[in-house]
């Protein structure tokens, strides 16, 4: 302990915060990445005039008792105030808009990632660059509110993700980490920078608009991890700690978004590896060989944070109605006197939907909280039905839970995989899906018939890998790129579980699958009808 005190008093550290869909996390770790401190904060977005937003009191408060959190946790274990670090980063869920005036003014309320508002946009703008757009990216969102004649468009002078939000307001700096940047806009991996000929027909789409700005002026600037991003300023420093403890003056890297970090934390940069993220969202990812043959619009284009090309399946819903439903049965024993702790409760739940039958019996869910792009729907209505013949038990209900959390997922996996041959070796899987192991890995293995590793470290996701990021930054060698950085020095000695998929699981999934995709026109049919 005595060492590590040193360390944190000597400001040989490195601190990642991430901004989740619900919980915005801080993790410090010493040189060699062992997180030796964290805190948390839970949030949650809310639909306001039919937008998923959060305010920037939610942004700020968060982020404050984030840190707050952190460095009681510091001072509590180490009997140590928290007053710098060696360097330090911030990343956030990637894509929304959050447009701002000349005098850094929010113009609209932020729009995450969630929303599906923008298909319109969508669609002209992956006709225009032969490149598909998806509807959650920030230059969908800026163009749709050119469709849309919005007022405050005539008035941009910067617009950015959330954590380009948050490193502007703590460094000054208006730029990006280029895998967040090309969630924003396409990424030209050779030169890490926007997509010059695409940035130049959009241009000339909008000129009729008369609009006093080019695209590349409000545009944040595009950087590689590794690269120098500012400083932590005076004003930045107050901002992030109230309590004034913490020192101005600490270099920040490149804020990037929850997919990059995702890569990072699970080793997951070089060519053929693979990495999924699955909470709130989920989303998997496969640094490609070659590109693809032409665009779909089940598939993203994205980069790693070192701006390789990479195959994203991003999926709005992933966790939550399994959440809700775990959620009543903790209501339901509350109510006989039963008091269950988390682990318990999604252990007991998750183990017993392994006892379940490999295709959940006759039973079908739909966990549509949100649109859902991939399999079309705009909006969404959380759906469960069942055959009168099914099976129905509380092993195959939870099976079929955990199955359709991941359907969308399979669906775009298996364009990817069979229609474009792309291969991955392998995924590391972290996020709250997996935390039961032998559940979440087991039932993704069968979804994706690939097999799925966990490391011990996954646990702490994104924001330990944002600190990996703002280590890279300090201590890689002359010409050292991230995939060597980070299989020589993070991830050499770094204890991995393999889960392999099972014949018998492998087929279910697919079974379920064929009821998954003849009922969509049942959960289109509950959308119309409720709305």
């Known amino acids: 302990m005595g060492e590590v005190k040193g360390l944190i008093a000597e400001g040989k550290t490195f601190l990642g915060i991430e901004f989740g869909s619900t919980r915005i996390k801080a993790v410090l770790t010493d040189e060699k990445y062992n997180p030796i401190a964290s805190g948390s904060h839970g949030w949650e977005n809310r639909l306001e005039d039919g937008i998923w937003t959060y305010t920037l009191d939610d942004i700020w408060g968060g982020l404050q008792d984030c840190y707050a959190k952190l460095a009681e946790d510091v001072k509590a274990k180490y009997g ?3 007053e710098t670090v060696g360097a ?6 990637m894509h929304g808009y959050m447009a701002f005036d000349k005098e850094g003014t929010l113009l609209a309320p932020f729009r995450t990632w969630r929303n599906t508002i ?24 800026l163009y749709q509110a050119i469709l849309n004649k919005e007022e405050h468009v005539s008035k941009i002078d910067f617009f950015t993700t959330l954590a380009g939000y948050i490193h502007w307001q703590l460094t000054g700096e208006k730029v990006l980490g280029v895998g967040d940047a090309s969630g924003m806009f396409p990424i030209d991996s050779k030169t890490c920078d926007y997509n010059q000929k695409m ?7 909008i000129a009729d608009k008369n609009l006093a700005w080019k695209l590349e002026d409000i545009l944040p600037k595009s950087l590689p991890a590794g ?3 500012g400083e932590l300023t005076a004003e930045g420093a107050k901002k992030l700690d109230p309590s004034g403890k913490l020192k101005a003056g600490i270099p920040v890297c490149p804020p990037e978004g929850d997919a990059g970090t995702g890569m990072v934390a699970t080793n997951s940069v070089g060519v053929r590896t693979g990495n999924i993220s699955a909470g709130t969202s989920v989303f998997s990812m496969v640094v490609l060989e070659h590109s693809l043959s032409k665009a779909y619009p089940e598939l993203d284009l994205v980069t790693t944070p070192s701006g390789e090309e990479v195959a994203m399946v991003h999926c709005n819903n992933c966790t939550s109605d399994l959440n809700a439903w775990v959620g009543l049965f903790r209501e339901f024993a509350g109510a006989i006197g039963k008091d269950v702790d988390d682990d318990t409760l999604y252990g007991t739940l998750y183990r017993k939907a392994m006892e379940g039958d490999a295709d959940c019996g006759g039973l079908l869910a739909y966990n549509y909280f949100s649109g859902e792009s991939i399999t079309g729907f705009n909006e969404g209505r959380p759906l469960f039905a069942r055959r009168p013949d099914a099976k129905f038990n509380l092993s195959n209900f939870m099976r079929a839970h955990l199955y359709t959390a991941l359907g969308a997922l399979k669906v775009g996996n298996d364009i990817l995989m069979k229609e474009e041959n792309v291969k991955a070796d392998f995924f590391f899987g972290q996020g709250g899906f997996f935390k039961i192991r032998g559940v ?18 996954a646990g702490e996701g ?3 890998g944002q600190a990996i990021l703002a280590g890279y ?25 393999t889960c392999e998929p099972v014949a018998a699981d492998v087929a279910g999934f697919n079974e379920f699958m064929k009821d998954y995709n003849a009922g969509l026109a049942i959960e289109k049919a509950a959308v119309e009808s409720l709305k």
């Open 227 to 229: 690269a120098r991003a």
């Open 462 to 464: 994104g924001p330990w």
């Open 440 to 457: 979440g890995d087991r039932v993704m293995a069968a979804a994706l018939d690939t097999p799925i590793k966990l490391m011990e470290t």
């Open 118 to 141: 923008t298909e319109e946009a969508s669609e002209k703008l992956t006709d225009l660059f032969g490149y598909h757009i998806p509807q959650r990216w920030s230059i969908a969102h």
């Open 80 to 82: 140590v105030e928290l």
């Open 88 to 93: 330090m980063g911030f990343s956030a869920m």
């Open 199 to 205: 940035v130049q027909q959009f241009d000339e789409l």
């Open 473 to 497: 930054m300090m201590q890689k060698a002359e010409g050292e790129t991230l995939e060597k950085y980070l299989s020589d020095k993070v991830f050499a000695s770094g204890k991995v579980e």
